[in-house]
T-cell receptor, first 116, second 114 residues
Framework: KAGVTQTPRYLIKTRGQQVTLSCSPISGHRSVSWYQQTPGQGLQFLFEYFSETQRNKGNFPGRFSGRQFSNSRSEMNVSTLELGDSALYLC???????????????FGPGTRLTVL | DAKTTQPNSMESNEEEPVHLPCNHS???????IHWYRQLPSQGPEYVIH???SNVNNRMASLAIAEDRKSSTLILHRATLRDAAVYYC???????????????FGKGTHLIIQP
């Protein structure tokens, strides 16, 4: 079974621009979560989608948004980019989003975003 | 949220066992203990999880203290490929309503010497 794929793997943007990152979960997985990883803050939860609905959101400003399509693929969007948005953005999928007791999360390789 | 405490880094030799400790003195009765690891330039990967009893899988073993205030991840025979950051995470048993996301701490940077 193919793993979680994320595109693009690397991205360079300038302040004020917006960016869209894509995530394709493992086939059959319906839950997709997004995380931001920075050297200072570590791994932080952004939001989770299940069956095209955002179920939970971390403590991030409204510039960070996402969506999920009927095939479970997900995109996240960051508008009005700031230098501090430079990070590794990780996507994770799980079968039903009912971890930790029954599911585990499977992470993709991430998208490295650099904001200049 | 219950917190975990892990050493910043540990060093071990190849082909020797590695014991990675995690303290979680404020753990609640329904918190599962999860371990994930992140190899260089990769996303985190699941290692093992448990609730009360010790657990074994093909990757590692998880030893949980009787009072559940600490746990130890055991890699029985470390290889160079095991060099990674290891995260000990507490998560409550799922009770419905959506996934809240995993709460990652700083983790332990495991260095394996050849």
């Amino acid at each position: 079974k193919a793993g979680v794929t994320q595109t693009p793997r690397y991205l360079i943007k300038t302040r004020g621009q917006q960016v869209t990152l894509s995530c394709s979960p493992i086939s059959g997985h319906r839950s997709v979560s997004w995380y931001q990883q920075t050297p200072g803050q570590g791994l932080q939860f952004l939001f989770e989608y299940f069956s095209e609905t955002q179920r939970n959101k971390g403590n991030f400003p409204g510039r960070f948004s996402g969506r999920q399509f009927s095939n479970s693929r997900s995109e996240m969007n960051v508008s009005t980019l700031e230098l501090g948005d430079s990070a590794l953005y990780l996507c994770a999928s799980s079968p039903a989003g009912s971890y930790p007791s029954t599911d585990t999360q499977y992470f993709g390789p991430g998208t490295r975003l650099t904001v200049l | 949220d219950a917190k975990t405490t892990q050493p910043n880094s540990m060093e071990s030799n190849e082909e020797e066992p590695v014991h990675l400790p995690c303290n979680h003195s404020t753990i609640s009765g329904t918190d599962y203990i999860h371990w994930y690891r992140q190899l260089p330039s990769q996303g985190p990967e699941y290692v093992i999880h448990g609730l009360t009893s010790n657990v074994n899988n093909r990757m590692a073993s998880l030893a949980i203290a009787e009072d559940r205030k600490s746990s130890t991840l055991i890699l029985h025979r470390a290889t160079l490929r095991d060099a990674a950051v290891y995260y000990c995470i507490l998560e409550p048993e799922y009770s419905g309503g959506g996934a809240d996301g995993l709460t990652f701490g700083k983790g332990t940077h495991l260095i394996i010497q050849p």
